[in-house]
């Protein structure tokens, strides 16, 4: 028999949870919902462009009655739960529809605040919170011309918003000296007044509202000051205040609102709430991202999976109000102790303000342009030391890219069929209809239905304008740490943490250790996983060619045409004549079309047949060669200058400590490629200060650099340290490969996996714990010993492994 769940609420909230506990348990319950308004799940956030006919009811439902039915749920429209007989475990409708549960979800939201003024009660005075209050604001502006609207924050804004595009002359009272008081500052407030009454929009503030007039109907609005104004429509945006009275009738424990513990569960541990109108260690929420978070927590419970936790959530606000782009995080308001970083340039209405203190983010508004809103959050939660970026902040996250920071008016104003992400070829339209037909709410998921930003990521901030301008103000950008793939809901970080703390050693342990919810992973989590293991367990873990990507199980690159690419290891750079003519026989005997110097001073034989790879390794095994790991998670070059033995500008000999940086390195696997670069003297010319980790000779000895990257997002290395001798630098050089091997997630570069971290904590490990760093080298030897083995040669060898090279014949 299946457990009957019900659904009290037909909200986002709820029937997100639903959708998430279909994903992990789809036959564990017979599930009935309840709805009080006559509609299936819908967009509340898009009531705005419904107001102001930009878009219509069926436009922004996120699940049709179809979805209900295919789902087996059993759905109860424009019916409200009025009591929970908990004695019984049933729920009773107002109309006497009665359900029974084994366990009860209460996701009730949120009312509007209506003020206690007189008049409040007359025809005409409507609050902003669902479909019903839209149509009856619509109706009005079809007969009525005046309107006002109380309240400056963002849901007032856009209602006054909506309804000027429906021909009514507006009035916007606000209590405070600013508007959105509780989202800007009083300067990016003035700018968003300004830029609102140029565009018709009148203000009275501050005001405090004494009485609404009139008699059947509204007539006016009067203030405490005696003033008094017309009205024929008056729209209260003054706030929410979560539905907790079906909670306390039924005798569950409530405050602001229901009272929950970290599984979403309220005092009856039968019965679970999410939303709006929870009450969560003293906080309430009404932005979707936390909402959507406890619905992923709430289903991993009733599930009955019991690991997930709901530890409450750091907000961030991505607004798009009347078409202007606002963001806030944090403190913005500053005060004693904090200083700030302010950039104003009202005539292209731009203002930017970041809050520090003690060299840390506590707070940021962004006014007109705020691309970078999501970095400047990250930095804040994690508490990231900004100092050494100090003089560049406020330009942004640079290594982005130039994708997506003209606004989003910008995204908005591009037509359908313009490129947004070249490496996937997805148009603007495509984004759109993916996101309104299938209510995406999140970057992920655009890149999930869409493959735009997943790959180099450098249209990501574009993208995300596009979600913005799309799902409208209540889009939350903040980034998060993801769950490394959707076979868990543990993240990379937990992951590793788990294998290193509970000694995990093969992947099924893993797996099942963490409750994997399919039995042999996916093509995302087991390439990391066997990285995980063998990083952090070298002499115990085994690795797993099959889970590794397919240039790495056959230890070459496969290229468009199905061939390969071999690349043998030149060390530092630097040949003989005599490898140079076994190059050029192997070339020959394989009849290789393409012989090409690659940017990292090493020979690339392209066009390699699959069959004929063991033997061409065999052959310039015999030459001394071996794998080059070009195809690799792992060391690829070291690249050199001549240095002080042939060039004049020399400071040292940066060729063969190189070589030598080379032969310690090589062969060790990494969450993803990993160059390096020695430069004789400062000019630089083997491009140290672009690598994952770089040297430059100066006369007084060595400046180590990290984190640098010169693809598709060039990042500029950071400075590391300096020290004065070739064994010193092969210690730090080895202890940060080590730190990153440990600490860094699969597929993650280090020029991110720096800025994630800080750089100050990388200084921290390396520089300042003496005793740390040599812990981290002597490691780092330790792994070598098993990783130093050339593939090349034991596939050449390994009769068995030939046979994986060898292709099946074709059937004519």
């Not at 495509?430 to 930003?453: C, M, N, P, Q, Y």
């Not at 699959?610 to 790991?629: C, I, Q, R, T, Y």
């Amino acid at each position: 028999m299946k457990e009957k769940l019900v659904l009290i609420g037909n909200g986002m909230a709820g029937v997100r949870t639903l959708e998430e506990l279909l994903k992990l348990a789809p036959d564990l319950y017979d599930i009935t919902v309840f709805g009080s308004e006559p509609y299936p799940n819908y967009n509340r956030i898009l009531l705005s462009p419904v107001l102001a006919g930009e878009k219509t009811i069926d436009d922004i439902i996120l699940n049709d009655r179809a979805w209900y039915e295919e789902n087996g749920i059993t759905l109860h429209t424009g019916r409200t739960v009025v009591k929970i007989d908990r004695r019984n475990r049933k729920v009773i409708a107002d109309d006497g529809t009665e359900a029974e549960y084994d366990r009860l979800l209460l996701a009730t939201g949120s009312h509007p605040i209506v003020l206690p003024l007189p008049g409040n009660d007359l025809d005409g005075v409507v609050t902003f919170r669902d479909i019903h209050d839209v149509e009856r604001m619509i109706e009005a502006a079809r007969k009525y011309k005046r309107a006002v609207v109380i309240g400056g924050g963002l849901l007032g804004l856009e209602a006054a918003n909506g309804l000027m595009a429906q021909g009514m002359d507006v009035s916007v009272v606000h209590i405070a000296d600013w508007l959105m008081e509780r989202q800007l500052d009083p300067y990016a407030g003035e700018l968003l007044k300004r830029s609102l009454e140029e565009r018709g929009m009148k203000f009275i503030m501050p005001a405090v509202t004494e009485a609404i007039l009139g008699d059947k109907r509204v007539e006016g609005v009067r203030f405490k000051d005696g003033l008094e104004v017309p009205a024929d429509l008056v729209v209260m945006a003054v706030g929410i205040r979560p539905n907790v009275d079906l909670a306390k009738s039924a005798g569950l424990y409530c405050e602001r609102g229901v009272v929950v513990n970290d599984t979403l569960q309220t005092f009856d541990p039968r019965i679970y709430a999410v939303g709006e109108c929870v009450q969560h260690r003293g906080k309430t929420y009404g932005l979707v991202a936390p909402l959507f978070e406890m619905a992923k927590v709430a289903a991993n419970h009733l599930a009955h999976l019991g690991y997930a936790r709901y530890e409450g959530s750091v907000t961030s606000t991505k607004l798009k109000v009347t078409g202007i782009d606002l963001f806030s995080a944090g403190d913005f308001m500053g005060g004693e102790g904090t200083e700030e970083i302010v950039m104003k340039d009202a005539g292209h209405g731009v203002y930017k303000k970041l809050v520090l203190k003690d060299n840390r983010i506590v707070g940021t508004v962004l006014y007109g342009d705020t691309v970078d809103g999501a970095w400047y959050f990250q930095l804040m939660k994690d508490g990231t030391d900004v100092s050494e970026m100090r003089d560049t902040l406020m330009f942004g996250q640079h290594h982005l890219g130039d994708s997506g920071h003209g606004g989003e008016n910008a995204a908005a104003a591009m037509a359908d069929d313009m490129e947004v992400c070249g490496c996937n070829g997805v148009c603007k339209g495509e984004i759109v209809e993916a996101i309104t037909k299938k209510g995406l709410f999140t970057l992920d998921e655009v890149r999930a239905h869409t493959k735009a930003s997943a790959s180099c990521g450098s249209c990501t901030g574009l993208v995300e304008q596009i979600l913005a301008a799309t799902v409208g103000g209540d889009y939350d950008a903040s980034p998060k740490e993801k769950p490394l793939c959707p076979c868990t809901d543990f993240t990379h970080q937990q992951v590793r943490e788990a294998i290193r703390e509970r000694r995990l050693t093969r992947m099924n342990e893993v797996m099942r250790a963490l409750d994997w919810r399919t039995e042999d992973g996916c093509p995302t989590c087991r390439p990391a996983l066997n990285y995980y293991l063998i990083s952090t367990w070298p002499a115990e873990a085994q690795d797993d060619p099959a889970s590794r990507f397919i240039n790495e199980r056959v230890h070459a690159n496969i290229q468009k045409d199905g061939t390969y690419s071999v690349v043998p290891r030149i060390w530092g750079g630097v040949t003989t004549p005599a490898e140079l003519r076994a190059i050029a026989e192997v070339a020959e005997k394989y009849q290789v079309p393409t012989v090409k110097i690659t940017g990292g001073q090493r020979i690339d034989l392209l066009g390699v047949k699959k069959e004929d790879l063991p033997a061409m390794w065999a052959d310039l095994n015999a030459a001394g060669f071996v794998s080059g790991h070009a195809y690799g998670k792992a060391l690829r070059t070291v690249k050199t200058c001549v240095g002080s033995e042939w060039c004049r500008f020399g400071t040292q000999d940066s060729t063969a400590l190189g070589i030598q940086l080379e032969k310690v390195t090589w062969g060790s696997w990494m969450p993803h490629k990993f160059k390096m670069a020695v430069s004789g003297c400062p000019r630089n010319c083997a491009e140290a200060t672009i690598k994952d980790f770089g040297v430059v000779c100066v006369d007084s000895g060595y400046e180590l650099h990290i984190g640098g990257n010169g693809g598709v997002k060039v990042r500029a290395t950071d400075l590391l340290t300096k020290v004065a001798t070739p064994e010193e630098v092969i210690e730090y050089c080895c202890a940060f490969i080590q730190l990153y091997r440990e600490e860094g997630w699969y597929l993650e570069r280090t020029a991110p996996w720096v800025e994630r971290v800080g750089l100050n904590y990388v200084k921290q490990r390396i520089n300042e714990d003496d005793e740390g760093r040599r812990a981290l080298y002597q490691r780092f030897l330790e792994s070598q010993k098993y990783a130093q083995q050339d593939p090349w040669a034991q596939l050449a060898q390994e009769a068995s492994e030939k046979k994986k090279f060898i292709p099946l014949k074709q059937v004519v």
